[in-house]
């Protein structure tokens, strides 16, 4: 089934250890977003990539990195976590022809930090 | 304050009930609004697709777009269990770069 494939769906981490969140889609969309999801808060923007080889910060992108090699993966990293970084995780992708701009979205990576 | 504000809820009706849900904003740049529904430990999947002022029908579903008063309606009739989920409204500007997320409104339907 097309669509954006997440890794690993849920995660328990120690402080200070560096992960990984990965995100491959197979609609060849220019566009990928990550977003986290906090109760109270909805879903913030922490970084996009417009199209391979660039990237860009969103609404909260401190204490995370990433990287757009190529059309179809977009890893999250987070280099040294903290408990605030407890989230549900969301990649998304667009296709940047055409005008509806509608978001697809995995089905979340549930990353808890102790 | 938040460029988006959706009322959290969470809100319980009865099934057949209409659901009116809303999100008001305060960018008026923004000019293509949507509307998600997200199932529990799923990811959101688009309802509903404006582009500026007016209203959209789809079924049991009708979109409502007042930019004058910067405010989006969703309302749902003859609601159904199948309907609880979490509605997310989300805006953007001409640039359809970014969507900017209201904080969801938990609904329920109970039969």
């Known amino acids: 089934i097309a669509g954006i494939t997440q890794a690993p769906t849920s995660q328990i981490l120690a402080a200070g250890r560096r992960m990984t969140l990965r995100c491959t889609q197979d609609?060849?969309?220019?566009?990928m977003y990550w977003y986290r999801q906090d109760l109270g808060l909805g879903l913030r923007l922490i970084h996009y990539?417009?199209?391979?080889?660039?990237?860009g910060k969103g609404e909260v992108p401190d204490g995370y990195s990433v990287s757009r090699a190529n059309t179809d993966d977009f890893p999250l990293t987070l280099a040294s976590a903290v408990p605030s970084q407890t989230s549900v995780y969301f990649c998304a992708s667009r296709r940047t022809s055409g005008r509806t701009g509608e978001l697809f979205f995995g089905e979340g990576s549930r990353l808890t930090v102790l | 304050q938040k460029e988006v504000e959706q009322d959290p809820g969470p809100l319980s009706v009865p099934e057949g009930a209409i659901v009116s849900l809303n999100c008001t904003y305060s960018n008026s740049a923004f000019q293509y609004f949507m509307w998600y529904r997200q199932y529990s430990r799923k990811g959101p999947e688009l309802l509903m697709y404006?582009?500026?002022?007016g209203n959209k029908e789809d079924g049991r579903f009708t979109a409502q777009v007042d930019k004058s008063s910067k405010y989006i309606s969703l309302f749902i009739r003859d609601s159904q269990p199948s309907d609880s989920a979490t509605y997310l409204c989300?805006?953007?500007?001409?640039?359809?770069?970014?969507?900017?997320f209201g904080q969801g409104t938990i609904l329920t339907v109970h039969p």
């Open positions: 989300a805006m953007s500007d001409l640039s359809y770069g970014k969507l900017t």
């Open positions: 609609m060849r969309h220019n566009a």
């Open positions: 404006t582009y500026s002022s």
């Open positions: 990539s417009n199209t391979a080889g660039t990237t």
